[in-house]
């Protein structure tokens, strides 16, 4: 017999630890269950008609209005947003739901694998200098000089004063299978997702515009308050917008062969413009613009789906599979093809773990629908 009590409480944990940015608790280190408890929970969660049961019963909880009902009741600091409540909410939630956490034992299935290579994604990123060197940065190495600090998953830029009028520009480069994090010298931190480059002074010139550009791919940034700079904006450019801010935390995903950029504002407010248009976003809002259009696309979006990715998880409501496919591929660096077309607008909706391996991840997702596939190499098929 589960105790669900105890379900409840492992599940607080890992909200409160997602909340103060830790680590979370996991189903096998906890010590609220018995090894028998443990092992009757695994013997559920391989059940393929009890998992699609779970998810059937996520579907059904309206986060908006169950979030105000619990607002209601709870003294949140002043500096804790919806999204961070939600975001930990949902996790916790589906951990009492599916345990997604923890790895499913997929002893019980049988799907096909052949000399598999595919492995998870990693803190890892290529430093190109401004006199053209390049520097490897992972977990293995720590790179230091006169301007950069880095500790293996990041690298800080000092605030050194320079009276150089001449801007020196340093590229960060994430592979597939890789993400990042960089501290500018202004203190706005960016964190780059799979696939992704950004272009940045080593400082800026006190005075104008703090200008960086994502050349392409994702990027979730929290910029450093105008007011900090003298009155100095911030700007990022990607190929085909502007986004300008005086202090604010947004997501830009403009993925390399993709149709549209993608803009999700957290808080604050942003300024978009590109050669004909300008719109301005406001937290909680989404603007698409694609590049057969010339206008901002705007709508009002669940954010904690489109910034996930930060926190370590994938989110997906309602998600085609074509869609899923493309962000596993640049996450696990490996090449899927649908041969089904079918299956390619086939919905699915879950939180996932980015550190399960590729097969739990497959196998979640065809526990809700009739999907198959087969792995050889870093090559998946989707039947």
Excluded: C
Aim: zero cysteines; a negative charge; hydrophobic letters at 35%.
């Amino acid at each position: 017999m589960i105790n669900f009590n105890k379900i409840i409480i492992l599940s607080k944990q890992i909200a409160a630890s997602l909340l103060k940015d830790e680590k979370a608790e996991s189903l096998e280190s906890s010590d609220l269950f018995s090894q028998e408890e443990k092992d009757n929970i695994l013997k559920r969660l391989t059940d393929k008609s009890e998992i699609a049961s779970r998810f059937q019963l996520k579907n059904k909880i309206d986060k908006k209005e169950d979030w105000q009902s619990l607002k209601s009741k709870l003294h949140l600091p002043k500096k804790t947003y919806y999204w961070q409540y939600a975001t930990a909410a949902s996790i916790a939630l589906i951990m009492a739901l599916t345990f997604v956490y923890h790895k499913i034992d997929t002893q019980k299935v049988d799907p096909v694998l052949v000399d598999t290579k595919i492995e998870i994604g990693t803190d890892k990123a290529i430093l190109t200098l401004s006199d053209g060197s390049t520097v490897l940065l992972d977990s293995t190495n720590v790179y230091q000089n006169k301007s950069v600090n880095g500790n293996g998953n990041k690298i800080t830029y000092g605030s050194a004063e320079s009276n150089n009028q001449e801007l020196e520009f340093n590229y960060l480069t994430v592979p597939r299978g890789g993400q990042y994090h960089v501290e500018l010298s202004d203190g706005t931190e960016v964190w780059l997702n799979s696939e992704s480059q950004l272009k940045y002074p080593v400082n800026f010139i006190e005075g104008n515009p703090r200008e960086v550009e994502l050349v392409y791919g994702e990027a979730y940034l929290e910029v450093s308050k105008s007011t900090k700079h003298n009155g100095d904006t911030f700007t990022l450019k990607t190929k085909e917008q502007n986004l300008t801010v005086l202090g604010t935390i947004f997501n830009v995903n403009a993925v390399k062969n993709e149709t549209e950029i993608i803009t999700t504002l957290v808080e604050g407010s942003i300024l978009l413009s590109n050669d004909l248009n300008t719109s301005i976003l406001v937290p909680s809002q989404q603007a698409r613009l694609s590049q057969d259009k010339s206008d901002f696309e705007i709508s009002t979006v669940e954010v904690e789906e489109f910034i996930s990715w930060r926190n370590g998880v994938f989110s997906f409501t309602n998600k085609s599979l074509k869609d899923i496919m493309k962000v596993l591929s640049r996450w696990y660096d490996v090449d899927i093809l649908i041969v089904n077309e079918e299956m390619e607008n086939v919905g699915f909706t879950g939180v996932l773990n980015k550190q399960q391996s590729i097969e739990n991840i497959l196998e979640i997702i065809k526990s809700t629908n009739n999907m198959n596939y087969k792995i050889e190499n870093k090559h998946i098929t989707i039947e």
